[in-house]
């Protein structure tokens, strides 16, 4: 599927566990501005994507684009078709064989166009320093969030498998951090069914021994799943977390307040998740601004820590950023 998706050169947008299908660094992967680019693409190929809220249920799309849908559900393939899109082709089928059928089709005699993949990337570089200079600003208190995910992108070897266990922070995170391959990262799906994070780790580690396995945890959904530390050690299961803890339900909490003009049963406090973690028997660390010059220092000894036999946990306090205003929450 990688091959056949190169070979094409058409430009990618991946979703869900798709992420790292084209490795950590792709000319033809784009994650940044996917509504401008459907907005402009003569072409639409919804390879196993569905137009529910993800895609604003199809109002992203542009009226003039030939839409080519392909999913193997046929519910899921046509879902609000009738109210604000249409697909040109609907293909009831797997999107990978799909697409590796479509390359073999085509063979040599189709390329995308260079000029379109190469703007679309521009973008991507271009809202990427925008990031990075967001990551700079200083927070009301504690560490800015986009940093510490920017240092722990660093930190993760080729071999990681990413766990995404969250809602602000992990949203966050899927911004900035890059799966390093096929089926490296695992997340809660669409809808956010958080407490996944411990039983996909496990599961992942057990399949995989030789990976490194990274949780990234909000400091809501560590709470549904931190008791699997004792898992962790009783089974020599040595997995990292990491949990952004800004005492909050801020994915919730963000779209609430405004709405409702309050933030009950969003608080939560900055809890030592690091000594639940280590009362079990792991590792725990914790950054706040006494070390948030030394957070990549930290990280790699919580690295180090799971590679000698050792869960381990970061806690890592965080103030507030207002990178992700506007996503969807309630």
Known sequence: LQHALKAMGIPCFLGGMARGLLGRHCPIHIMQRRRDALKEADVVVLAGTVCDFRLSYGRVLNSRSK???????????????????????????????????????????????????????????????????????????????????????????????????????????????????PLCWLDPGAFGTLGVGGGFALGVKLCKPESDVWVIYGDGSVGYSITEFDTFVRHKVPIIAIVGNDASWSQIRREQEPMFGTSVGCMLSHADYDKVAAGFGGVGFKIDRSNGSKVKEVLEEALASSRQGQPALVNVMIGKSNFREGSISV
């Open 67 to 181: 839409i080519i849908a392909v999913n193997r559900n046929k519910t899921q393939l046509f879902k609000n078709s009738d109210a604000f899109w249409k697909p040109t082709v609907a293909c009831q089928v797997d999107p990978g064989t799909f697409l590796i059928s479509l390359q073999e089709e085509l063979g040599g005699d189709y390329h995308c166009p260079s000029a379109w993949p190469a703007l679309l990337k521009g973008r991507d570089l271009e809202k990427e320093l925008a990031n990075k200079k967001k990551a700079d600003e200083p927070t009301d208190k504690h560490l800015n969030p986009l940093k510490v995910i920017y240092e722990l992108d660093e930190v993760m070897a080729d071999n990681t498998v990413m766990v995404a266990d969250g809602g602000d922070f992990v949203g966050s995170a899927a911004y900035i951090v890059r799966p390093r391959g």
